[in-house]
């Protein structure tokens, strides 16, 4: 029978989750793609994100942003496989939820959900939808009806240039 001492060397493995650090909710105007920052801790070891469905997600999050270990640039995907790029729009669509995954290279992961609200710009200028030309009959006070729209729901206000003709109001 042959003894020999062998040494067993246990390596401590970082078992916590990543945690979130700060509120996953975020306000971004419309027609721009960057949404914001996100952060996570992860004593002693790095941090990456991504969302859960990366292939349907509308978000690409940048673990590359500033060079940083535990911070992600959150942005509208650009253009995929063809697809046009998404650019938030408060008129089509005002809020997008989704749930994010920060990981640590230890394996650990925690779940969020990611909600961005879409800030509403006057982005859109008003729509004359009536003819612009109107013909009239000497000695008539009324000759037609201007109609506008306005795709923020702004109220409109008329002005006319000159003297010769007034704007009320119905």
């Not at 003894?3 to 419309?30: R, S």
């Not at 009324?142 to 010769?164: R, W, Y």
């Amino acid at each position: 029978t042959v003894t020999k001492d062998i040494t067993v060397n246990i390596e401590d493995k970082y078992e916590e989750p990543p945690i979130f650090v700060g509120n996953l909710t975020y306000y971004a105007d419309e027609n721009q793609r960057r949404v914001g920052i996100i952060r996570a801790e992860s004593s002693p070891v790095d941090v990456y994100f991504r969302t859960y469905s990366y292939d349907d997600s509308v978000f690409l999050i940048d673990n590359n942003f500033e060079n940083a270990r535990i911070v992600g640039a959150i942005y509208f995907k650009n253009s995929i496989d063809g697809n046009p790029p998404i650019i938030p729009d408060y008129e089509t669509k005002n809020y997008y939820e989704e749930t994010v995954i920060a990981y640590d290279y230890d394996g650990n992961s925690t779940e969020g959900l990611l909600k961005v609200f879409i800030n509403n710009l006057n982005d859109n200028d008003p729509v004359i939808t009536s003819d612009a030309i109107f013909t009239a009959d000497e000695n008539q006070t009324a000759i037609g009806s201007v109609v506008a729209t306005d795709d923020d729901g702004d109220d409109l206000t008329f002005t006319v240039s000159g003297t010769e003709l007034a704007i009320t109001s119905v």
